[in-house]
Nanobody, 126 residues
Framework: QVQLVESGGGLVQSGGSLRLSCAAS????????LGWFRQAPGKEREFVAH????????SYTDSVKGRFTISRDNAKNTVYLQMDSLKPEDTAVYYC???????????????????WGRGTQVTVSS
């Protein structure tokens, strides 16, 4: 069983930056692929970024490419999402998730993830 706790959300102006962190416990972090998802009010939860267990493959949704960077530190059991050039449309609750079945392959679907955090709010003002 993996427990995930997100942090680092907040209120930022358009064009600003935030760095989200997700700390994992209770499982084998280094054998898990990690993903970030987000859910805006009235919308479905959507994929944002993914990183394989060794960090050798990273995937992003088109709307954040070039602005967001996912990374992980297996020694600290933590995955990060560096968000730059933020836009008001990035406003959402951001969730991290862990996937243990196929940690070397890109996973973009919610149902492919086994464990979820409770989320952290990111609000970008215009």
């Amino acid at each position: 069983q993996v427990q995930l706790v997100e942090s680092g959300g907040g209120l930022v102006q358009s064009g600003g930056s935030l760095r989200l962190s997700c700390a994992a416990s209770g499982g084998t972090f280094s054998n898990s692929a990690l993903g970030w998802f987000r859910q805006a009010p009235g919308k479905e939860r959507e994929f944002v970024a993914h990183i394989t267990r060794y960090g050798d493959v990273r995937s992003y949704t088109d709307s954040v490419k070039g602005r967001f960077t996912i990374s992980r530190d297996n020694a600290k059991n933590t995955v990060y999402l560096q968000m730059d050039s933020l836009k008001p449309e990035d406003t959402a609750v951001y969730y991290c998730a862990a996937e243990t079945d196929s940690p070397d392959y890109v996973r973009r679907r919610l149902y492919q993830y086994d464990y979820w955090g409770r989320g952290t709010q990111v609000t970008v003002s215009s």
